[in-house]
């Protein structure tokens, strides 16, 4: 990535079924606290391991639970804008069942109940799968020149159809997803951004790379072409899960390049700290990668995408400031 189109990650949050921002859910998500629980579907004995959002405070569900989830998002992520930008663009992706006209009016309710100056000028919602709108989010940073990322997403509400497929995790079978729900988000900003502002990023987007067919070994593919443009990998971190594809997948990559990764055995997945978020997994992932207290600034996040594309990215986190020493 060229100095001029150089992209840079401000903040990152999450809110998932171990907590309500990413600090919190780390810190449950790596202790012994049960948060999981188990459901059955009708007509099969199979007991499946769940991991609900219990911390919200209504019932809502479907597109209702979706905006409260991104509402709790929006809200800490917007406080954090830098200096004085008052408002930026969202670029949200949300499960279908959240239309256009329905974000245009949680926007309008969060505007009548703001308490603070900071706060998101329009929303722009996406349906298209979490690798391909990251994508989208990283090419139109030029014009934007500063903008939240968004992704809300609930495999949880979708366990009928995960079962058809053979993807849950339950007391039979192992080899399967923890449904959850959540989502995370990012504030990104440009070169021309940052300079101007004069403002420490969080990190540096060093690169993206995606394949977004199907097939045997994709993430290997994605893992070579990576690796010829990015020079360090740095501390490793994935949103795969017990799915056999999935570790085999990764096996298979980190088998054919294990010469370039440092300890891909000990790679931290974010499935096993809060469960499968679906399409909402790429940025929590990041989030994770970003925030994850570790004295190794280089990052690298291989993604599993639920469509069945396979991404990795790289960033560097900024070094430690004199003054704070963190």
């Known amino acids: 990535m060229s100095a001029s189109s150089a992209k840079y990650l401000l ?7 171990a907590g309500f921002n990413l600090d919190v859910s780390v810190a449950v998500g790596e202790s012994d606290l049960d ?3 188990t459901a059955t579907l009708a007509d099969q004995e199979a007991r499946i391991t769940v991991a609900p959002v219990t911390y919200l ?30 408002s930026v663009p969202l670029y949200v992706r949300m499960p279908e ?36 709108h990251f994508t989208q989010v990283l090419n139109v940073l030029a014009e934007e020149e500063i903008l939240l990322a968004v992704s809300i997403d609930a495999p949880i509400a979708d366990l009928e159809a995960l079962a058809a497929d053979n993807q849950l995790q339950t007391n039979q079978h192992p080899w399967g997803v923890i449904a959850s729900e959540g989502g995370a988000g990012v504030i990104m900003a440009s070169r021309s951004f940052v300079e101007a502002m004069k403002i420490e990023p969080l990190a540096t987007f060093d690169g993206w790379s995606c394949e977004p067919d199907e097939g045997r070994h994709l993430m290997s593919r994605v893992l070579r072409r990576h690796s010829r443009s990015v020079d360090q990998l740095g501390l490793l971190f994935s949103d795969m899960t017990n799915l056999r594809t999935h570790q085999e997948d990764y096996g298979f990559a980190v088998g ?20 499968y978020l679906g399409h909402a997994s790429l940025y929590a992932t990041l989030a994770l990668a970003a925030r994850y ?6 990052r690298s996040a291989f993604l599993f995408g639920a469509d069945h594309s396979r991404a990795m990215l790289t960033l560097t986190l900024a070094a430690p400031s004199a003054e704070t020493g963190a």
């Open 35 to 37: 948060m999981y629980d």
């Open 97 to 132: 069942v959240v239309t256009q006209r329905l974000l245009d009016e949680w926007l309008q309710t969060m505007h009548a109940q703001e308490s603070s100056h900071k706060t998101i000028s329009r929303v722009k919602l996406s349906h298209d799968a979490a690798h391909a």
């Open 256 to 275: 054919a390049k294990g010469e370039a990764l440092l300890n891909p055995e000990q790679v931290i997945q974010s499935h096993s700290l809060w469960g």
């Open 11 to 17: 903040c990152a949050e999450a809110v998932t079924a």
């Open 293 to 298: 207290p570790n004295v190794l600034r280089n």
């Open 57 to 86: 405070e209504s019932d809502a569900v479907g597109a209702e639970r979706a905006l409260a989830l991104l509402t709790l998002l929006v809200e800490q992520l917007t406080a954090r804008l830098p200096g004085t930008v008052s």
